[in-house]
Structure formats: C-alpha cells, structure tokens
C-alpha cells in the first residue's frame, strides 16, 4: 500500500510560479513511475506530466511543455511539479498519481494503482 500525499497548491498571479510536493509512504517509491493530473471544474481529469522509475524520463502535456518540470527524489520518496509562466487555464486541483507500470497521455485512470487527494492550484488573471 502506498499513501501519496501532495503539498504546494495555492493561489498565484499570472506568470507566476509554483512547486507541489508528492511524498509518498513506504520503502518501494523507486518502483513507481510517478505522474502529475489535473482536473478543472466541469472537466475530465487530465494528464500533466510523468517521470520514470529511475528519472531519467520523463513526459508532458503539449499544454504545459517548456512550463513544468516534473522530477523526483527517490531518498525522499518525492516527486515535484515545478511550474512557471502560470495561465489561468491552469487552474485546477492537482493529482499525484502513482503505477507500476509507464503513466502517460494514454493511461487509463481507472487502472493507475494510486492517488493523492490532490492540492488546488488557481491562477489569477
């Protein structure tokens, strides 16, 4: 069982920037591939970004590419989200997700093994 647990969301101007935390329990994080959704009232939720087990790959949404930086510490079992040159269309609650296997564009989000409760992050205009 692996509990995720995500920090860092809140209210910033656009352009801004903003960096949210995953920590994630138990002794097997490096196991995981780690991802990055969100969900926007009235919307599905969406892939961000993902990292490999190792971090040495990783993958973004057309939408935030050049914005965010997804990356990972597995001796602190985090994962962060750094974004920059925020957009109101950011807005969005902000999920931490975690699989076995790869996270991408095309996951399914019924299958992916676990998530966070997720952190709201709104982007003023």
């Known amino acids: 069982q692996v509990q995720l647990v995500e920090s860092g969301g809140g209210l910033v101007q656009a352009g801004g920037s903003l960096r949210l935390s995953c920590a994630a329990s138990g002794r097997t994080f490096s196991s995981y591939y780690m991802g990055w959704f969100r969900q926007a009232p009235g919307k599905e939720r969406e892939f961000v970004a993902a990292?490999?087990?190792?971090?040495?790959?990783?993958y973004y949404a057309d939408s935030v590419k050049g914005r965010f930086t997804i990356s990972r510490d597995n001796a602190k079992n985090t994962v962060y989200l750094q974004m920059s040159s925020l957009k109101p269309e950011d807005t969005a609650v902000y999920y931490c997700a975690a699989d076995k296997n790869v996270i991408n564009s095309y996951s399914d989000l019924r299958s992916i093994d676990y998530w966070g409760q997720g952190t709201q992050v709104t982007v003023s205009s």
């Open positions: 990292i490999s087990w190792s971090g040495r790959s990783t």
